[in-house]
C-alpha cells in the first residue's frame, strides 16, 4: 500500500514538473530543446521502454527530461531508460540497447539511422561483457540483433508512440506506468 501511494505521489510530482515546465522551453546542456527534437527523444527511449518490456523483465523509468537524465547518470543527454535489475541473456540484452536507435529511424527519422548513435556503443559493451571478442561472432550476434529488433519495433509500434506520447507530455514515466499505456 505505501508503495502504491509513494508511486502515485511521485506521478503526481512528475506531472506537476510538466506543467511547470511547459511554461518554459525544455533546456538541455546546450540549449533549448525544440519540440520536434522532444518528440524524436521520446520515441528513442520510448523504444527502449516498450522492447525491454516486451521481451526482458521491464525498465524501472524512462524519461527525456535532460535534468533528470542528468541527476540520474552523471551525464547530459537526450534521454534515459533503466531496466529493471535483472540478468538476461546476451541477444534479449542487445535488442533492448539497439530498440532506441531502432525506433528513432523507423518511427522519426524516415528510415536515417545515426551511425554515431550510443546506443551502438552499448550494444558493443554488451559484447565485450559477454566476453565476445570474436570479430565473426560480433558481426553475427549484431546481424541478428538488429534484424530481430526491426521485427520487435515494427510489431510494436502502437505501444512506442503511446509511450513516447506520454513522454512528450510528463517527461518521466516509470515502469508501471509503461506497462498501464501497452496495448
Same mark, same amino acid.
Given at each position: 500500500?505505501?508503495?502504491?501511494?509513494?508511486? $502515485?505521489?511521485?506521478?503526481?510530482?512528475?506531472?506537476?514538473?510538466?506543467?511547470?515546465?511547459?511554461?518554459?522551453? =525544455?533546456?538541455?546542456?546546450?540549449?533549448? +530543446?525544440?519540440?520536434?527534437?522532444?518528440? &524524436?527523444?521520446? +520515441?528513442?527511449?520510448?523504444?527502449?521502454? @516498450? +522492447?525491454?518490456?516486451?521481451?526482458?523483465?521491464?525498465?524501472?523509468?524512462?524519461?527525456?527530461?535532460?535534468?533528470?537524465? $542528468?541527476?540520474?547518470?552523471?551525464?547530459?543527454?537526450?534521454?534515459?531508460?533503466?531496466? @529493471?535489475?535483472?540478468?538476461?541473456?546476451?541477444?534479449?540484452?542487445?535488442?533492448?540497447?539497439?530498440?532506441?536507435?531502432?525506433?528513432?529511424?523507423?518511427?522519426?527519422?524516415?528510415?536515417? &539511422?545515426?551511425?554515431?548513435?550510443?546506443?551502438?556503443?552499448?550494444?558493443? $559493451?554488451?559484447?565485450?561483457?559477454?566476453? +565476445?571478442?570474436?570479430?565473426?561472432?560480433?558481426?553475427?550476434?549484431?546481424?541478428?540483433?538488429?534484424?530481430?529488433?526491426?521485427?520487435? @519495433?515494427? $510489431?510494436?509500434?502502437?505501444?512506442? =508512440?503511446?509511450?513516447?506520447?506520454?513522454?512528450?507530455?510528463? =517527461?518521466?514515466?516509470?515502469?508501471?506506468?509503461?506497462?498501464?499505456?501497452?496495448?
Amino acid at each position: 500500500m505505501r508503495k502504491k501511494k509513494e508511486r $502515485e505521489r511521485q506521478a503526481l510530482r512528475r506531472q506537476y514538473l510538466a506543467q511547470q515546465r511547459a511554461s518554459q522551453p =525544455l533546456m538541455s546542456a546546450v540549449g533549448p +530543446i525544440s519540440p520536434e527534437q522532444l518528440r &524524436v527523444n521520446a +520515441i528513442h527511449e520510448a523504444g527502449h521502454a @516498450v +522492447i525491454m518490456t516486451r521481451i526482458a523483465h521491464g525498465c524501472d523509468l524512462t524519461t527525456v527530461d535532460p535534468q533528470e537524465v $542528468e541527476r540520474l547518470t552523471g551525464h547530459a543527454m537526450p534521454g534515459y531508460t533503466k531496466p @529493471v535489475h535483472k540478468q538476461i541473456d546476451v541477444p534479449t540484452y542487445l535488442c533492448t540497447a539497439l530498440a532506441g536507435v531502432t525506433s528513432e529511424a523507423m518511427h522519426a527519422n524516415d528510415g536515417k &539511422v545515426n551511425p554515431h548513435e550510443e546506443d551502438f556503443n552499448h550494444a558493443e $559493451e554488451v559484447l565485450d561483457r559477454a566476453r +565476445i571478442f570474436d570479430k565473426a561472432r560480433r558481426d553475427s550476434a549484431m546481424a541478428t540483433a538488429r534484424a530481430e529488433t526491426e521485427k520487435l @519495433v515494427a $510489431e510494436h509500434k502502437a505501444d512506442i =508512440l503511446a509511450v513516447a506520447d506520454a513522454l512528450v507530455q510528463r =517527461l518521466t514515466l516509470n515502469g508501471h506506468e509503461v506497462r498501464a499505456l501497452l496495448k
